[in-house]
């Protein structure tokens, strides 16, 4: 594969960002998202989030890493909860990190700075006091080298505080979703498609940050149930968010409708309808002071 670097330039009002060249997947258009309708609709991630946020201790002048920040709505807690410190923002959506920055600089220039990058190939060694990540672990498949790559770029001593989708997550939805896509018309669009996401029970997640080098390893698995007011939000919700690499798989819009509109009527039948049956899985560890 292609080593593509690009560098991301500060405005003229902001100090430059000192990582300048990072590396990017060759095909970011099928990594971008909606992100100005990912800031309205993200309410269920920025909850979950906030509560990750809520067990880390902070000095207040720390370097954090936001691994996965979307928007900047959990960044801006962060930088808030670290008055004196620095804050970098990564992402592997370009459309993301434009809407953070739009939303973060006017109030945070000079102590936050944002990287397009693949969770496995960041460019960093021993850079960070933290990483902090909230919904974005379980879409990169290879959590072992995720985990070695978030080793790698925290300083000795440094700890890591996650959360991502895990173990029986989004069981009924995506169950759902698999019968329709194994039916026709939908089936010639969907011949060897792989599953787009990770979602590992805590003891292996254990099992991995261990073989990465991590000490003090705490995992666990909670539920997460989310339910929606009506048929709208909650439409709009699993096409934007949830399937959207699924739908782009449908060429026709009519029968991406379709799609999303029978999976709607039958999250209506549930009780209570409109429901997702979310499971989250929190990931903590630290880097050993010695040796590391």
Not at 11 to 23: K, L, S
Not at 25 to 40: C, F, K, T
Not at 150 to 167: F, M
Not at 190 to 211: K, M
């Amino acid at each position: 594969m292609t080593n593509n670097l690009r560098y991301q330039s500060a405005p003229a009002n902001e100090e430059r960002p000192t990582t300048e060249v990072f590396p990017v997947p060759e095909s970011p258009d099928s990594r971008e998202w909606n992100a100005a309708l990912y800031h309205q609709i993200s309410a269920p991630q920025v909850s979950w989030g906030k509560k990750v946020l809520a067990r880390i201790s902070l000095r207040g002048d720390e370097t954090v890493l936001d691994a996965g920040c979307g928007t900047g709505r959990l960044t801006r807690d962060l930088l808030e909860a670290l008055p004196r410190g620095h804050v970098v923002g990564l992402d592997l959506s370009q459309n993301m990190l434009d809407a953070a920055r739009a939303y973060l600089a006017p109030d945070f220039s000079g102590r936050v700075e944002f990287v397009c990058c693949d969770l496995l190939d960041m460019p960093f060694e021993q850079r960070f006091d933290g990483i902090f990540s909230s919904a974005s672990f379980h879409w990169v498949l290879d959590h072992d080298r995720l985990f070695r790559s978030l080793h790698r770029a925290l300083r000795p001593g440094a700890w890591l505080c996650a959360q991502c989708g895990g173990g029986k997550n989004l069981d009924r939805l995506l169950g759902r979703v698999h019968t329709l896509i194994a039916a026709q018309p939908y089936a010639q669009h969907f011949a060897g498609y792989p599953f787009p996401w990770e979602f590992s029970d805590a003891e292996t997640a254990a099992s991995r940050l261990r073989r990465a080098r991590f000490e003090e390893i705490e995992t666990s698995l909670e539920e997460a149930p989310t339910k929606f007011p009506n048929a709208q939000e909650f439409q709009q919700f699993v096409e934007s968010v949830i399937l959207r690499n699924h739908l782009d798989r449908i060429p026709d819009r009519a029968l991406r409708d379709q799609f999303l509109a029978e999976l709607t009527r039958q999250a209506a039948s549930d009780n209570p309808a409109f429901l997702l049956d979310y499971w989250r899985l929190n990931l903590q560890g630290r880097k050993s002071a010695v040796g590391a």
